[in-house]
């Protein structure tokens, strides 16, 4: 199973991005999935998440109001539709997805991330 993030790029302060993760290969269910980020020399940080099976969602403190997670469970995709976006919200942005294979076998993997610059 492979993830695939798009949607990055330079914004100015105010203004939004939408995210967007696909998932590809023998998938038989997506059962979570998180966007996170990390600035450079910084641990890489959880933003915003779908838990228990997708049936709630979670966002850090410094996200919330302003950035919405959401799904599309038929095309596997996941987005992260992200709102008056400042500065400090510059990063590089992971979706991360777990579920199981047709073969039933769990899976837990990183996409390999989109930079998302805010410029004041």
């Known amino acids: 199973v492979q993830l695939q993030a798009s949607g990055g790029g330079l914004v100015q302060a105010g203004g939004s991005l939408r995210l967007s993760c696909v998932a590809s290969?023998?998938?038989?269910?997506?059962?979570?999935m998180a966007w996170y980020r990390q600035t450079p020399g910084k641990q890489r940080e959880l933003v915003a998440a779908?838990?228990?099976?997708?049936?709630?969602?979670n966002y850090a403190d410094s996200v919330k109001g302003r950035f919405t997670i959401s799904k599309d469970k038929d095309k596997n995709m996941g987005y992260l539709q992200m709102n008056t976006l400042k500065p400090e919200d510059t990063a590089v942005y992971y979706c991360?997805?777990?579920?199981?294979?047709?073969?039933?076998?769990?899976?837990?993997?990183w996409g390999r991330g989109t930079l998302v610059t805010v410029s004041s």
């Open positions: 290969g023998d998938i038989f269910s997506i059962n979570d």
């Open positions: 991360n997805a777990e579920g199981f294979t047709r073969q039933l076998i769990e899976y837990n993997v």
């Open positions: 779908f838990t228990r099976g997708g049936s709630i969602t």
